[in-house]
Structures are given as C-alpha cells and as structure tokens.
C-alpha cells in the first residue's frame, strides 16, 4: 500500500469510530427503551390481573349472546304444578300460538318436538325423552321433588349437566332442553329477528312482502276509515316489541344534541379565540385568563360535564348538549386560537394597506385564511360528538343511548341491542359522509 493510501486509511479512523460509537449509543438507548417497554407490559399484566381475567372469560357464554343477537327461539314449556302448556316465541304471552306449529305434535298429554337433524323430544305429562343422533335416548323425569335422569351408557358429553335439581343439555346453538322441579322447557332458535315488521297479533303478519304491496295499493281496506297503506305505516312504526318509533325519535334525539352542542361550542370558541390568540391580543393576562378557562373546560372530561348537568338540569337531551358545548368550547377555542395565530401577515397588511377598518381587515385579511380550519374542525368534532352523544345518553342524558343501555340491562333481547347498535352506526356512517360533503362544498374543494 502506498504512503498516501495509509495516510487517508489513518485519517477515516477518527471518522469511523464516531460512528461506531454513534450506533453503539443508538442501540444502548432502542433497548434501553425496549426493555423499559416490556417492563412496563409486565407490571400491566399483573397490576391488571390479566390471568384471571382470562379464566373467568366464558367463551360459550359470548356464543349465546351472538346467536340471541342474530336469531331468535321458540319456547315449548309446561309447568308441571299447572299441568298447563304453552308454545310462545322469546317465552312472550304476547306472542303464544294458539295453534302449535307445524313441527310440534300434540296428541293431549304428550308432545312429540321436531328440533331437526334427527333430534326429537317426546314431552309426557311430568317427563321427557330426547333423543339424541350419534349419543343415544336420554330419559328425565320430576319424581317426588327430584330430577331424575337416565343416560345412555358411556361418557357424559360437555354440553350435558345433571342434578337433582336441574337437567340441562345443549348439544348445539339452536337447541336446548331444560328439566326443573317446575316446569319442563324446550327451545328451538330459528335465524332471523321475530315480528320485526309487526306484532305477533297483527293481522298484517300472515302476509308476505308482494302480498302488502298488492294490499297497500287496494282500495278495499281491512280497517274501514284507515287506508291499507297507513295501516301498515302505523303497524310498524308502533310495534310494541321493536319500538321503531321510539328508536327513530331516540336517534333524532341523539343527532340534536351532537349537533347543537358542537354548533353552540364553536360559536363561542371563535370570538375567544380572537382574544386567545397572540397576535390579536397584545393584553398578556388577557390571554392567559382566555387560555386557562380553554384548560379548564376542556380538562374536564364530557362524561363528567354530563353527570354534572344531570344532578343540575336533570335527564333529557339538553344535558347532553351542554356537556358536548363546555367541553369542544375549550378544544375548539384552542384550535382556533392556534389557527389564527399562524395566519399570514402579508395578506393582513395588504388589506390594511386599502385603508379598510379594523372589521374589514378581519373579514377580508384573516377570515378568509381561517375560514377552511374553522369548517374542517367543527365538522370533525360534529362527527365525533355524535358518537360521544351516545355514551353520554347511556348516561341518562336521553337519545338512543339511553334505550341501549336499558336493551342490555335485560341480557335477554339481544336482538334489540343489535338492532340498536345498527342504527347508530349507521347514523355515524351518514354524519360521516354529510359532513364531508359540505365541508367540501363550504371549503370550495372541488
């Protein structure tokens, strides 16, 4: 090697071991973090008791509640203190066949199930048999305030529980046969939600969907005085098991006060922006108090604003919307405050230079500037705010977060909560597009 090479090889060195130096440092710091991380995570599990949250998550119970949500059963119960039997869709009074449908066989005392597959229960007066496909005859009967219960001979399955004083077997989703000391009950699930469109009682629920077009267009009418057409409008919209009607003014509910209470928040947080922001405000504790009631209604979460409002106002919507106000008053007003204090001068000045006053520099120099930010973010905030409308009606504020909330209180009309949860999603989806559309059209992006 040359003199001249060994010298430059001399001269990298110092170079080199900066840089070796550089990425030691690097990555004593990224493992540092890493395990700093892991740490962290390790303290959560335990701090969280994650274990034992896991052995007390019941994965079959989940099922239950999806298949609710997306199906409903048909109860087949005879109380044995009675004698009596009834066949009744959810177990409802109001919705019990008169006439056993097609797969219930009633010969007096005994019933014979079909809960298809091969699966049949033959009902007897205080006693049941259930045969089950690849098991066997499972024999149950109530004798001297006992159950007893007779399997096939081999292993239990899971699905199967017996005592004294209950029989339970569920082989599968959407069949179930329970024995007590009182009653005998057997379920059947069917896909679908039931009486949706109409009450069990209806006349209008023996119809199919052609069949109601062709009635609402004909002039003879079922109720004499009320067209076909209003008479299934009305049938609907006042279903007492779906309550479409309440949902519908429960979702306007929850729309008025998402929209009144961002609107409210950001007519006030412009003008306080103006004295917030430091280029229009030169009064140094002027801006500091403007800055610190931002801080403070906005550190005040809304759910708290909300349970605050309800102790003063009570329930209803306007609780709500209060709550939304106060809170996006102190966001809105700090963005707006930033927003305005990054403004460009030179178009402030240009107008200035006209010899305009003082309102028409803000209204020709600064509000054209802020006016796409302020839309942007009041948009934004009305699109979240209608989702935080319905945690603050579960609340007691009002709206559809209310009639959720009281949906799963009862862990039984799983398909209500569903429908429920639908509806507000989908009102989020419209706020969603709405508010993007005018945001467009009012900001002139084409």
């Given at each position: 090697m040359s003199v001249t090479g060994l010298e430059m090889d001399s001269s990298l060195m110092p170079h080199r071991t900066g840089v070796m130096?550089?990425?030691?440092?690097t990555?004593?710091?990224?493992?540092?973090?890493?395990g700093l991380v892991l740490v962290y995570l390790t303290y959560t599990w335990f701090a969280f008791d994650v274990?034992?949250?896991i052995n007390s998550a019941k994965p079959e119970r989940a099922a239950l509640l999806a298949t609710d949500a997306v199906a409903h059963k048909v109860h087949v119960t005879r109380l044995l203190r009675r004698g009596t039997t009834a066949i009744a869709i959810e177990g409802e009074r109001t919705a019990t066949y008169e006439t056993?449908?097609?797969?219930?066989?009633?010969?007096g005392e005994r019933l014979t199930i079909d809960l298809e597959d091969g699966y049949t229960v033959t009902m007897l007066a205080t006693s049941?048999?259930?045969?089950?496909?690849?098991?066997?005859?499972?024999r149950v009967s109530v004798q001297d305030g006992r159950v007893i219960t007779e399997l096939p001979p081999g292993k239990k399955p899971d699905w199967l529980r017996a005592t004294d004083a209950k029989f339970d077997a569920r082989p599968d989703l959407g069949r179930r046969v329970q024995v007590s000391?009182?009653?005998?009950?057997?379920?059947r699930y069917f896909l679908g939600w039931e009486n949706f469109f109409f009450p069990f009682r209806s006349p209008l629920q023996a119809y199919s969907a052609g069949e109601l077009l062709d009635l609402a267009l004909s002039d003879e009418e079922i109720e004499p005085g009320t067209s076909n057409l209003r008479l299934i409008l009305d049938t609907f919209w006042s279903n007492p098991d779906w309550q479409h009607g309440n949902v519908f003014i429960a979702l306007l509910e929850t729309l008025l006060m998402a929209v009144l209470g961002t609107f409210t928040a950001a007519f006030v947080a412009l003008p306080l922006a103006f004295l917030a922001a430091r280029n229009f405000t030169p009064s140094g504790p002027v801006r500091f108090v403007v800055r610190r009631f931002f801080d403070f209604v906005r550190g005040i979460d809304m759910l708290i604003w909300s349970l605050i409002f309800i102790r003063s106002f009570g329930l209803g919507p306007l609780t709500g919307a209060l709550a939304i106000a106060f809170t996006d008053t102190g966001t809105l007003g700090k963005l707006f405050s930033e927003a305005l204090e990054n403004i460009d001068r030179r178009q402030v000045e240009g107008v200035n230079a006209t010899g305009a006053?003082?309102?028409q520099t803000y209204r020709f120099g600064v509000i054209p500037q802020i006016l796409p930010i302020f839309i942007s973010q009041g948009f934004y905030y009305l699109e979240s705010?209608?989702?935080?409308?319905?945690?603050?009606?579960?609340?007691?504020?009002?709206?559809?977060?209310?009639m959720l909330v009281e949906t799963i209180k009862t862990s039984r009309d799983w398909e209500n909560t569903l429908y429920i949860i639908i509806l507000t999603v989908l009102l989020v989806i419209a706020m969603d597009a709405l508010s993007t559309r005018l945001r467009r059209r009012l900001t002139g992006d084409r």
């Amino acid at each position: 090697m040359s003199v001249t090479g060994l010298e430059m090889d001399s001269s990298l060195m110092p170079h080199r071991t900066g840089v070796m130096r550089s990425v030691r440092r690097t990555s004593r710091i990224g493992f540092t973090i890493l395990g700093l991380v892991l740490v962290y995570l390790t303290y959560t599990w335990f701090a969280f008791d994650v274990p034992a949250l896991i052995n007390s998550a019941k994965p079959e119970r989940a099922a239950l509640l999806a298949t609710d949500a997306v199906a409903h059963k048909v109860h087949v119960t005879r109380l044995l203190r009675r004698g009596t039997t009834a066949i009744a869709i959810e177990g409802e009074r109001t919705a019990t066949y008169e006439t056993p449908p097609d797969w219930v066989a009633v010969e007096g005392e005994r019933l014979t199930i079909d809960l298809e597959d091969g699966y049949t229960v033959t009902m007897l007066a205080t006693s049941l048999t259930f045969d089950v496909p690849d098991y066997g005859l499972i024999r149950v009967s109530v004798q001297d305030g006992r159950v007893i219960t007779e399997l096939p001979p081999g292993k239990k399955p899971d699905w199967l529980r017996a005592t004294d004083a209950k029989f339970d077997a569920r082989p599968d989703l959407g069949r179930r046969v329970q024995v007590s000391r009182a009653k005998i009950e057997v379920h059947r699930y069917f896909l679908g939600w039931e009486n949706f469109f109409f009450p069990f009682r209806s006349p209008l629920q023996a119809y199919s969907a052609g069949e109601l077009l062709d009635l609402a267009l004909s002039d003879e009418e079922i109720e004499p005085g009320t067209s076909n057409l209003r008479l299934i409008l009305d049938t609907f919209w006042s279903n007492p098991d779906w309550q479409h009607g309440n949902v519908f003014i429960a979702l306007l509910e929850t729309l008025l006060m998402a929209v009144l209470g961002t609107f409210t928040a950001a007519f006030v947080a412009l003008p306080l922006a103006f004295l917030a922001a430091r280029n229009f405000t030169p009064s140094g504790p002027v801006r500091f108090v403007v800055r610190r009631f931002f801080d403070f209604v906005r550190g005040i979460d809304m759910l708290i604003w909300s349970l605050i409002f309800i102790r003063s106002f009570g329930l209803g919507p306007l609780t709500g919307a209060l709550a939304i106000a106060f809170t996006d008053t102190g966001t809105l007003g700090k963005l707006f405050s930033e927003a305005l204090e990054n403004i460009d001068r030179r178009q402030v000045e240009g107008v200035n230079a006209t010899g305009a006053s003082r309102l028409q520099t803000y209204r020709f120099g600064v509000i054209p500037q802020i006016l796409p930010i302020f839309i942007s973010q009041g948009f934004y905030y009305l699109e979240s705010n209608t989702r935080s409308a319905t945690v603050i009606g579960a609340l007691g504020a009002g709206g559809i977060g209310l009639m959720l909330v009281e949906t799963i209180k009862t862990s039984r009309d799983w398909e209500n909560t569903l429908y429920i949860i639908i509806l507000t999603v989908l009102l989020v989806i419209a706020m969603d597009a709405l508010s993007t559309r005018l945001r467009r059209r009012l900001t002139g992006d084409r």
